[in-house]
């Protein structure tokens, strides 16, 4: 099987705005989206909502050392907010599944991992 990483990106802010029930509907979405890719054969290995941008810490080279400064790299309406770990043998009906994520409001990207150098 490829394993795959499913990265969700969106808006912060409208998230945040979201109402209980409205946030409990995007749930349901990722539930139903859990729910199919079992079904159907898929298997989650790992994935998680990240915090909010704003509590990110970033670590970049500068001159002959590092840098760490708060909040995200790159100043965005957009942000990264979580992410699955998908092993699958067809890409084709991950990504048809992913459109349920979608529906959230999310840009979904999906991206194979590849195996470590030996």
Known sequence: MTEYVVLLTGDEKAWEAASPAEQAAMYDQHG???RLLE??????TGGAQLDS?????VVRPSGDGTVL???PYVE???QLGGFYVVESDDLDDLLELCAILARTGDTVEVRACLAAPE
């Open 32 to 34: 139903e989206f859990s």
């Open 39 to 44: 079904e159907r054969g898929h298997r989650i």
């Open 53 to 57: 941008s704003r509590t990110a810490r």
């Open 69 to 71: 400064t708060e909040g």
């Open 76 to 78: 965005s309406v957009e």
